[in-house]
């Protein structure tokens, strides 16, 4: 006789008999998860901000160097109204990836309210005249990681500008806007740039012991030449790294001639003497081989021992006297081993009409160019 089968046990099939996940279990289950992510959760997020505080450290080391890279192109200092289009332009990106970090928040550029190029604030844009200072060209960009910063864009107060600018890695500034700031030192990035190391001082002198023809004169990058203005020092001012100085002398046809050009990669000045410009004769400024540097110590020791009393009496030199005697002599040598005698032009039959002849009769002559430098070094001390 076949057992008979109530309705519900009839329609039940093999796995309904099998026991399902209970409360219990599934609470437990998911507290193991809960743990589990408790203790890896906070090594990702910091690997995770790791890699955002990483990336924003080069974003504004790439951010300040083409800032430096549109200057020295561009022989111009953008201020706070333009930096961001300035360094957008140069990198080839939109505004905003200057103006933003990667997490959205917008950084802050700041200049020191202290800054000075030719007298004035930024913006600046250089010009053949130069800019007769640089100073506290300082600059500041500041980025946070989770927090929207509380300061903005713009020239703060020097107490706020210098306690940013000392502020160490991984710490806040002490000021009052940023202890009630809610971010943490390490959340800001700031990048600091100090432009002054950009400028180079040029000094052009006019040593002529007349004013009469040739006179001396000067160029900057593509402007047109100019002459060197009057006065002990003639031009003394600043340019930017990488400016092109162009020397030139007025002819006796007031026509105006280049001599030659130099890249400015360095403080220099420049004498014009005797007809042409030379080079500096200052040590502090040269850099000097291992070889060279008993020479050279020889020499500034004979260059600052006291100037002789008797040698105006006596007809006697100075130690400029002997040092500008010994570089019109280096410097007739040099012309003459360029020119070597074999190359020599005759021109004609005229000794006093060739300029090898006249360079070093009027060097070497009694009341020549040596004696009169001589002369007026001496009496001047």
């Known amino acids: 006789m076949v057992p008979h089968l109530s309705p519900l046990t009839s329609h039940l099939s093999p ?4 026991r399902g996940f209970t409360l219990i279990e599934i609470i437990a289950v998911v507290s193991v998860i809960a743990i589990l992510v408790a203790v890896i ?10 890699a955002a505080w990483t990336k924003e450290t080069a974003d504004l080391n790439t951010i300040a160097d083409a800032y430096t890279q549109y200057i020295l192109r561009n022989k111009s200092v953008r201020g706070t109204n333009d930096w961001a289009i300035a360094i957008a332009n140069q990198m080839s990106l939109p505004v905003s990836a200057i103006t933003t970090n990667a997490r959205r928040l917008a950084r802050a550029f700041l200049v020191d309210p202290d800054l000075r190029v030719n007298g004035a604030v930024l913006p600046y844009s250089q010009a053949y005249t130069g800019a007769t200072n640089v100073s506290s060209a300082r600059l500041i960009i500041v980025s946070s990681l989770s927090r929207a910063l509380p300061i903005s864009t713009g020239i703060p107060s020097s107490t706020e500008f210098s ?16 202890t009630t700031w809610a971010g943490t030192g390490d959340d800001l990035r700031i ?3 100090n432009l002054e190391p950009l400028f180079y001082q040029l000094i052009l002198v006019d040593h002529r012991s007349n004013t009469n023809p040739p006179s001396p004169w000067f160029s900057i990058d593509n402007w047109s030449a100019t002459n060197v203005p009057p006065g002990a020092l003639g031009l003394n001012k600043y340019y930017l790294d990488g400016t092109v100085v162009g020397l030139h002398y007025l002819d006796t046809t007031g026509a105006v001639q280049l001599q030659s050009r130099h890249l400015l990669k360095r403080n220099i000045s420049f004498l014009f003497e005797s007809s042409a410009w030379r080079g500096e004769v200052e040590g502090d400024q040269q850099s000097f081989s291992a070889s060279g540097s008993d020479f050279y110590n020889h020499a500034v020791t004979f260059v600052t021992r006291p100037t002789n009393p008797w040698g105006p009496q006596a007809q006697g030199a ?3 006297g002997v040092i500008i005697a010994m570089y019109t002599f280096m410097f007739d040598y040099t012309y003459w081993a360029n020119e070597c005698p074999t190359h020599f032009d005759r021109h004609g039959n005229q000794l006093s009409s060739v300029p090898e002849y006249v360079l070093l009769h009027n060097q070497g002559q009694n009341n020549g160019n040596v004696d009169q430098f001589s002369t007026q070094l001496i009496y001047a001390r």
Do not use: H, M, Y
């Not at 796995?15 to 099998?18: A, E, F, H, K, R």
């Not at 940013?164 to 000021?175: D, L, R, S, V």
């Open 41 to 50: 959760a906070p090594s990702v997020i910091r690997r995770v901000d790791q």
């Open 15 to 18: 796995l309904s008999s099998q």
């Open 191 to 193: 990048k600091k740039l």
């Open 318 to 320: 100075s130690q400029w």
């Open 163 to 178: 306690a940013i600018w000392n502020t160490a890695e991984g710490a806040k500034p002490t000021t009052a806007t940023w």
